[in-house]
């Protein structure tokens, strides 16, 4: 007989931010792109972040796409969090890493904790990385071209699904 009965909730990489991303259609925001296919139509929306993430992270990206063909009311979004003005070093891009690692594990190439070799190649402009998690139903992309550091979260309505929130979509 159970007296008591816990149920721990995940953590996942949504809990690294005080933005709630679920809350990211309250507010202003403008499209920025689109693209029609015959089979896909994707907006891009985008919106400057309230405050900076991690001392790193200040605009976020939601690409909606539409199944032309498949009207489930489920439509796959990736974001991208990236920066446009804050100082993109080593050291913060670390923390975000290792926070990554910490919830994740070693990403997708065996990589783990943030290391002196990854800051060569982070220096070179030469870096990113890869985790697949939830059992491949959503990844987590980070890359540094020199100039724009930006993480990406896609099929981030397979997280918030694990989450119990929902994300209100206008259309």
Do not use: C
Not at 23 to 42: I, L, N, R, W
Not at 97 to 125: C, K, P, R
Request: no cysteine; hydrophobic share 35%.
């Amino acid at each position: 007989m159970r007296f008591f009965e816990t149920s721990k909730k995940e953590k996942s990489v949504l809990d690294l931010f005080t933005y709630d991303l679920t809350t990211f259609f309250y507010g202003e925001y403008k499209e920025v792109e689109s693209f029609d296919t015959e089979a896909m139509f994707m907006i891009v929306y985008e919106r400057k972040l309230p405050w900076n993430e991690m001392n790193l992270l200040d605009n976020v990206q939601f690409k909606v796409f539409f199944d032309k063909n498949n009207f489930t009311g489920s439509n796959p979004i990736n974001v991208r969090l990236f920066s446009t003005e804050s100082e993109i070093t080593p050291k913060k891009v670390a923390r975000l890493v290792n926070s990554i690692v910490e919830l994740y594990g070693n990403d997708d190439y065996e990589g783990g904790e943030w290391s002196d070799t990854e800051e060569e190649a982070f220096t070179a402009y030469k870096w990113d990385r890869k985790w697949s998690i939830q059992e491949g139903e959503s990844f987590i992309t980070m890359n540094y071209d020199g100039e724009t550091f930006e993480m990406n979260i896609l099929f981030l309505n397979n997280i918030i699904k694990h989450t119990g929130k929902y994300l209100n979509i206008k259309s």
